[in-house]
């Protein structure tokens, strides 16, 4: 689909709103725009995956405990990456030629106290490492990454399958009547959309 078709589509579901009367398409794209943020929050990594992104984190500073993590190792993520970033796919640890572990930052273990392979979190957005192997000084991370904001032309959509384009538009029209207080009309449309992520986390497309 392209952003344009987004947009007639939710005309049609909005009672026929084609000449934009009840909701303007300014109003249409930002509620495209707002699902699609929802979408991605509620998707599994695996239906995201022409969101993936690959970064080799190849500076590496040591923490000094210098904020209460332990004298571990860690990564800057890119500082020009939002919050989706964090969502971290896959990394792996290029020094030790092994995927890296990662847990969360209550399972992450401090000052090297892991005995086998190499252990990974994400604080404050930095990757720390900890190992008893060689340090790490090089490491690569797949992410998913933030999307292009839907814009009213003909450009595919190539980013995201059909399937997720379905459910932004679900989730854009459920925005949309939930604004007009059609409460009954913004529930019906926002549980189609759950089901259908429901179906796509499942299958992964």
Same mark, same amino acid.
Do not use: C
């Given at each position: 689909?392209?952003?344009?078709e987004?947009?007639e589509?939710?005309?049609?579901?909005l *009672?026929?709103?084609t !000449?934009?009367?009840n909701?303007?398409q +300014?109003q &249409?794209?930002?509620?495209?725009?707002d699902?699609?943020r929802?979408?991605i929050?509620m998707? !599994?990594?695996?239906?995201?995956v022409?969101? +993936?992104?690959?970064?080799?984190?190849?500076?590496?500073?040591?923490? =000094?405990d210098?904020?209460?993590? @332990?004298? =571990?190792?860690?990564?800057?993520?890119? !500082?020009a990456?939002?919050?989706?970033?964090?969502?971290?796919? &896959?990394?792996?640890d290029?020094?030790?030629?092994?995927?890296?572990e990662?847990? !969360?930052?209550?399972g992450?273990?401090?000052g090297g106290n892991?005995?086998?392979?190499?252990?990974?979190?994400?604080?404050s957005n930095?990757?720390?490492?900890?190992?008893k192997d060689?340090?790490v000084?090089?490491c690569?991370?797949?992410?998913i990454?933030?999307p292009s904001n839907?814009?009213? =032309?003909n450009n595919?959509?190539?980013?995201?399958?059909?399937?997720?384009q379905?459910?932004i538009?679900?989730?854009? *029209?459920?925005?949309?009547?939930? +604004?007009d207080?059609?409460?009954?009309?913004?529930?019906a449309?926002?549980?189609?959309?759950a089901?259908?992520?429901?179906t796509? =986390?499942?299958? @992964?497309v």
């Open positions: 689909m392209t952003g344009n987004m947009i589509s939710l005309q049609f579901r *009672e026929d709103d !000449s934009n009367t909701f303007s +300014q &249409k794209l930002v509620a495209l725009n699902a699609q929802q979408a929050s998707l !599994s990594n695996d239906a995201l022409h969101l +993936q992104q690959q970064e080799d984190l190849d500076t590496v500073d040591d923490d =000094n210098d904020d209460n993590f @332990g004298e =571990n190792d860690f990564f800057e993520l890119p !500082s990456s939002d919050p989706l970033m964090n969502r971290i796919v &896959k990394a792996y290029n020094t030790n030629n092994r995927f890296i990662m847990v !969360s930052p209550a992450f273990r401090e892991y005995s086998y392979g190499t252990l990974g979190t994400i604080m930095r990757l720390y490492v900890s190992t060689n340090p000084t090089d690569q991370i797949i992410y990454g933030s839907i814009a009213a =032309n595919e959509i190539e980013y995201l399958s059909d399937s997720v379905q459910v538009v679900e989730l854009a *029209e459920a925005l949309l009547w939930r +604004q207080n059609r409460q009954s009309r913004a529930s449309a926002a549980n189609n959309a089901a259908m992520i429901q796509i =986390n499942a299958s @992964g």
